[in-house]
């Protein structure tokens, strides 16, 4: 059965960084890409970007330029998410999902990363 | 920028029909697909390419587009169908998703 699972709660002080994993079982890993998504606390979907897993090539959103960086371990069955520099307005639920012809047909259950001091 | 515009809120009494309207200027051109995004869960597909609806989705669920604007519909509406709908297109132009204002579904 296909699953994306997560890596559990974040905390961290502004100025730090995280890496969140998404580790995807039930399925060949490099046959569909993952879209990372972000959710700010009452906020809509924001698309972050996805990344090609038979290529390993990110294509990343405008507003997630910089920081923002994916990668993959196709070995683990597994795609990253890394934020550098924290800021507040990070503080948000962060969602990766399965592309599949350009729609996403099964997401993670979210990981929650918070930035204060 | 590409943008998808959906009606903030929709009330909707049990038994009733509820329509989400998504609207773009270009929505003519791409598929359509809708998420339902209950209270502190992840996203579920319930739509896709416009008025496909995913396998274990109700038969209450449908969707349509005209124009410039793509509907989700849910007919005979259960307080279980509550939850934020989104809409969302792969825009082509620019190779990127886009995702709808959202919506969310209260049921009276």
């Known amino acids: 059965q296909l699953h994306l699972v997560q890596s559990g709660s974040e905390w961290k002080k502004p100025g730090a960084s995280v890496k969140v994993s998404c580790k995807a079982s039930?399925?060949?890993?490099?046959?569909?890409?993952v879209h990372w998504v972000r959710q700010a606390p009452g906020q809509g979907l924001e698309w972050m970007g996805w990344?090609?897993?038979?290529?390993?090539?990110?294509a990343y959103a405008q507003d997630f330029t910089g920081r923002f960086v994916f990668s993959l371990d196709t070995s683990v069955s597994t795609a990253y998410l890394q934020i550098s520099s924290l800021k507040g307005e990070d503080t948000a639920v962060y969602y990766c999902?399965?592309?599949?012809?350009?729609?996403?047909?099964?997401w993670g259950q979210g990981t929650l990363v918070t930035v204060s001091s | 920028s590409y943008v998808l515009t959906q009606p903030p809120s929709v009330s909707v009494a049990p038994g009733k029909t509820a329509r989400i309207t998504c609207a773009g200027n270009?929505?003519?051109?791409?598929?359509v697909h809708w998420y339902q995004q209950k209270p502190g869960q992840a996203p579920v597909l319930v739509m896709s390419?416009?008025?496909d609806r995913p396998s274990g989705i109700p038969e209450r669920f449908s969707g349509a587009k005209s124009g410039s604007t793509a509907t989700l519909t849910i007919s005979r509406v259960e307080a279980g169908d509550e939850a934020d709908f989104y809409c969302q297109v792969w825009d082509s132009y620019t190779d990127r998703y886009v995702f709808g204002t959202g919506t969310k579904v209260t049921v009276l």
């Open positions: 999902a399965r592309d599949s012809n350009r729609r996403t047909d099964s």
């Open positions: 039930g399925y060949t890993f490099t046959d569909y890409g």
């Open positions: 990344i090609n897993t038979n290529t390993g090539n990110p």
């Open positions: 390419d416009d008025s």
């Open positions: 270009n929505i003519g051109r791409e598929s």
